[in-house]
C-alpha cells in the first residue's frame, strides 16, 4: 500500500468518525457533500466514455431526498 494512500485512509476515517460523533445536521451536510462530489465524479467518468448523463438534475434531486429523511424521520 502506498504511502500516499495510507494516508488519505487516515483522513478519511477521521472524517467518517468525526461525522457519526456530530451526527445530525452536521452528518446529513457531510454526507451530501461526499454524494455530490461522488455524483460529479461519476458522471464525468460517462462523458469521458460517450454518455451523456443528466448531471444538472441529479445532484440537486439527491440532495432533496437527504433533507427530507432528516426533515421527516
Known amino acids: 500500500m502506498s504511502r500516499s494512500r495510507f494516508l488519505s485512509a ?5 472524517l467518517a468518525l468525526g461525522m457519526i460523533v456530530l451526527g445530525g445536521w452536521y452528518f446529513t451536510l457531510c454526507f451530501g457533500v461526499i454524494i455530490y462530489l461522488g455524483q460529479l465524479e461519476y458522471f464525468e467518468l460517462a462523458r469521458t ?6 448531471a444538472e438534475n441529479h445532484p440537486g434531486g439527491e440532495s432533496g431526498v437527504i433533507s427530507h429523511g432528516n426533515l421527516c424521520p
Open 10 to 14: 487516515i483522513v478519511a476515517i477521521a
Open 49 to 54: 466514455n460517450g454518455g451523456c448523463p443528466s
